[in-house]
């Protein structure tokens, strides 16, 4: 037996559900996870200072999944469009395989281009079965949308689905900061696929911001566990999925625009290290200290007040980007809230940093 839900309210459910159930998973994997050896030992590059599980990344794809099942069981798909509910499921699907990728290297310690080859494998398998950017609206009035070529929509879908994936999977350096950021991210995308009438990537970004805000219940510094690669591919890649489903189904002015806004702090800081890196003459891959939450730390902030900072500056990206989405602007007191926080925890740093001196 099925019930009949609004799209609000199958995607609140969505969020309970996931919160929950990634809630109550994650402890129990932490406990596999030391009884099996299954940690991440500490190293000059890292935060910590004592091995920790990096299996969170279960917690979080059990809350995602189950709670879009539970979701579909109770009716809350009814609504939705088949090509629409296909675009779910295929979403999923990419989603666990880009775990497995990452699991494996959790794991196995895979190699730099044997996890990009498979991550290019699957982001073409997902584009062959519909998730895929597929036309851009002409800069012309009335000119209408022009549809891409195969081969040029395939390369613009698979470089957004393996570029977010990265970008998200390099933000995973600070306790509850990756989480904290997608989370942000997907209540974010889930606000403009509302105002986008686009609820089947509305309900993937409340399961995806449910298993966020569930996670940081374990992973918010000091951090109980890790989610590890395999959790951050699988957030980096259902947020771009969720992007394509959703506002940047077509390349419009202002839907290409929003989730570009949205990630654009995570895709920032992945170009400058990526240049840095090829500026020196080393490969894109080489793991050092040149993050931007390896900069904020240097510059003196705590372990928290960086994770907060860079909290406040993904939901203002966010809140600009509801108010580009809502043309009556009933978004900016949240931008305008959020610059004033940034500016508190600035100004705090400078303050504390006066009394020192």
């Excluded at 309210?9 to 998973?25: E, Q, S």
């Excluded at 469009?81 to 699907?93: E, F, H, Q």
């Excluded at 991550?119 to 891409?148: D, K, Y």
Aim: hydrophobic share 55%.
């Amino acid at each position: 037996m099925t019930l009949a839900y609004s799209p609000n309210a199958a995607a609140l459910i969505t969020l309970v559900v996931a919160g929950a159930v990634t809630a109550l998973v994650v402890p129990l994997v932490r406990r596999l996870g030391l009884r099996w050896g299954l940690v991440d030992p500490p190293d000059p590059r890292k935060q910590h200072t004592a091995p920790m599980v990096r299996l969170g990344g279960v917690g979080i794809v059990m809350g995602f999944s189950l709670a879009l099942c539970v979701t579909w069981l109770a009716g809350g798909f009814a609504d939705l469009a088949p090509d629409k509910d296909r675009l779910i499921w295929t979403s999923l699907a990419g989603a666990l395989c880009y775990f497995v990728i990452g699991l494996a290297d959790d794991l196995f310690a895979l190699p730099p281009l044997p996890r990009l080859l498979g991550q290019l494998l699957v982001a073409a398998v997902v584009w062959e079965q519909g998730v895929r950017i597929g036309s851009i609206e002409l800069p012309f009035e009335g000119s209408g949308f022009l549809t891409l070529p195969p081969l040029l929509s395939l390369l613009a879908t698979v470089v957004w689905l393996v570029g977010i994936t990265n970008a998200i999977n390099w933000l995973d350096g600070l306790d509850g900061l990756a989480a904290g950021v997608s989370g942000i991210a997907a209540v974010a995308l889930l606000s403009v696929s509302f105002s986008l009438a686009q609820p089947a990537a509305g309900l993937l970004a409340a399961a995806l911001a449910g298993a966020c805000l569930g996670f940081l219940r374990h992973n918010f510094n000091p951090a109980r566990i890790f989610m590890g690669d395999g959790g951050s591919y699988f957030l980096g890649f259902a947020l771009a999925a969720i992007s394509i489903v959703g506002p940047a189904k077509g390349l419009t002015g202002v839907s290409l625009l929003l989730p570009l806004l949205i990630l654009s702090l995570p895709l920032a800081d992945m170009s400058a290290v990526i240049m840095g890196r090829l500026r020196e003459g080393r490969s894109p891959f080489y793991p050092d200290r040149r993050h931007l939450h390896h900069r904020l730390l240097r510059s003196g902030l705590s372990h928290r007040r960086t994770v907060v900072l860079i909290y406040a500056f993904t939901q203002w990206l966010g809140a600009l980007a509801l108010v580009l989405a809502n043309t009556e602007n009933r978004f900016l007191w949240l931008t305008l809230a959020t610059a004033v926080l940034i500016a508190t925890v600035v100004l705090s740093r400078r303050s504390r940093q006066a009394e020192i001196r």
